[in-house]
């Protein structure tokens, strides 16, 4: 029981909620205070197929607008028994030999999705390269090009469009195959094809340094106190004019601050950490040496220890 105003005793009482019925009646009068109302709580009931599965879902998925039928369409399961399995079988022949104009982006779209679980990417990053494939795909003139390729270069011009960059070299790594070289085939294709239907270049976001930094130091298991410092330094770099990519010059910075700490990594784990190569992070980090007083904050090394870094 509970507590509500009544009108006819004009004070506070006690109520009594009837959940068949649905109406809030109180318990001194008797006057129906609320009738039909809508109970919000969970409805533990199973509706799946076995008895022994828990699972409380009774919906679908949510409406897709990219596709065709909103992504309402009905799909014949398969049986899990034996009773009827010759007919529903039969019906799932049926409904895959069926014509569905949907079924190369479900197809697409799901590829996209197992991808973008592989990085460990959010949403808005998924459904943004799902609408960079249907555009694309609308046109009519990716037909006979590389799919896996296609994809993955839909997903990797979502990430620089929502800020949350990854390079391709990570990219690649979920790709089914395709090549680094594929996937930037595929960007320059997407990207060419999107600017002919606006009529004016495609936004692809700036990439920074810092943009990487935090995932690059992870993967290593540096400190909290490298990271800030890390993070710190990749900022201060870029008021110098240092023509090296923004992933070259993360794992520049990375590898001289690990150099000023007590856990020192080797060349060759920040290569694998950050998909950069030995001689790249070499000259990156030539560029970057005559700045590093200017560049590693005070409060992490002292000018002695600077002095002592090794020459490039």
């Known amino acids: 029981m509970s507590d509500a105003y009544c009108p006819d005793c004009k004070r506070q009482t006690e109520v009594v909620s009837d959940h068949s019925a649905g109406d809030t ?23 799946a197929n076995e008895s022994g599965d828990n699972d409380p879902v009774r919906v679908g998925g949510p409406t897709n607008p990219l596709l065709a039928d909103g992504g309402l369409s009905t799909v014949i399961a398969k049986p899990n028994g034996a009773s009827g399995e010759f007919l529903s079988s039969s019906l799932g022949r049926w409904q895959n030999r069926g014509s569905n104009p949907d079924r190369g982006l479900i197809l697409a779209f799901k590829t996209i999705a ?6 460990g990417l959010v949403a808005t990053i998924k459904d943004r390269a799902n609408e960079i494939y249907k555009r694309v795909e609308d046109q009519k003139s990716s ?3 590389n799919q896996d390729a296609l994809l993955a270069a839909c997903l990797y011009i979502a990430c620089r469009q929502e800020d949350k960059p990854r390079t391709v070299k990570e990219i ?12 930037g085939r595929a960007k320059e294709y997407i990207v060419k094809q999107l600017g002919l239907e606006k009529g004016q270049s495609v ?5 920074h340094a810092g943009d990487f930094m935090r995932r690059f130091c992870s993967n290593l298991g540096m400190t909290n106190q490298a990271v ?7 900022t201060k770099s870029e008021e110098f004019d240092i023509r090296r990519s923004p992933i070259s010059i993360a794992a520049a910075v990375i590898y001289i601050i690990t150099q000023l700490s007590d856990d020192k990594k080797p060349l060759k784990d920040i290569s694998v950490a950050t998909g950069v190569a030995e001689g790249t992070i070499r000259n ?14 005070g409060w992490y090394a002292t000018e002695d220890a600077l002095k002592n870094l090794c020459s490039p």
């Open 228 to 234: 800030k410092a890390a993070q710190e330094a990749v």
């Open 203 to 207: 936004e692809m976001g700036t990439i």
């Open 172 to 183: 690649c790594s979920v790709a089914n195959g395709a090549t680094k070289k594929e996937i």
């Open 143 to 145: 037909r006979g090009r």
């Open 25 to 47: 009646v109180c318990s001194e009068c008797g006057l129906v205070l609320e009738s039909h109302s809508i109970d919000e709580t969970s409805e533990w009931r199973t509706f």
């Open 284 to 297: 990156s980090y030539k560029d970057l040496h005559p700045h590093v007083s200017k560049i590693i904050p």
């Open 114 to 119: 197992t991808m973008s679980d592989r990085l």
